[in-house]
């Protein structure tokens, strides 16, 4: 019974030692959990189908969280299916992104279940990157495992981690930065396209939010933004973040101006199958010209 408390105990410990070293403790330090056999493909396909038609309705925060509920129980069935477990965590990130902004407490929880579901979607995509994970590999090197089917996986792991890890503060935020800016150059690597010009995007926000120890360059971040455009220019987002940090952080009042006025001018239907993200978006750009004496 000695023995068996101490063991208890001693896990116990290195579990808060790994906590308070980023903040939070991740799947693959837990004990592995046994495998469930797949379930009904039909069920789950059913299921799926269900979860896309809230997800097409994700203008209403109530139908993201019956999207995400239908994912889940579809990954019950079919714990492999990591294309379900990224959309649980894109949704996870949307509703907090979008919907949760005002909320500190749900908006942290949300990308928290965001960050977990994440590490899940990553592990199922590659099980030799659950197996270096298990083996106590660092995160930026084990994802060299993951293709590019896995990129989505890895893209929305790291803009909850990103944006949770900011919200707690900056000490949480410097003990993540390495590994969300490892995975973003992994997603640059496999897919510059993936998700509108998504990865260039985050560098853009990256170079111009970081401090310059920690590798901020103002110029890197304009290029980067000028690419993640290129790539996609009826992405609004991108000109809401670069009005956002670029901008206020070069007191340039001009660029902010010039890139709110253009992602407001966007016709929300231009791009059909992201509306509900161009509305939200729309919603920040017309916040940040509200604030707009209080940051320059």
Known sequence: MKATRAILMTAMSLSLLLVGCTGRTAAWEAEKAAKEAAGDSGAAGELKAQ????????TDPEE???????WEKAVALDPSDYQSLTSITRGLYFLADGYLRGDDEAYLDTMDQGVAWGEKAMMAVSSDFEKRMRD?????TAIEAIG???????????????????KKGFAVL??????VKAIMERCLKLDPTYFHGAPDRYFGAFYAVAPKFAGGDLEKSAQHYAKSLELAPYYIGTRVLMAENLAVKKQDRALFDEQLEAALEVDENAVPEIRPEVLVEKKKAEELQKNADELF
């Open 136 to 140: 106590g590999e660092k995160l930026e």
């Open 64 to 70: 993201i969280k019956q999207a995400i509920a239908a």
């Open 51 to 58: 979860a896309e038609a809230h997800w097409a309705k994700r």
């Open 148 to 166: 590019v089917e896995g990129v989505g996986a890895l893209y929305w792991y790291a803009t909850n981690l990103g944006k949770w890890a900011k």
């Open 174 to 179: 410097l003990g993540n930065k390495d590994k």
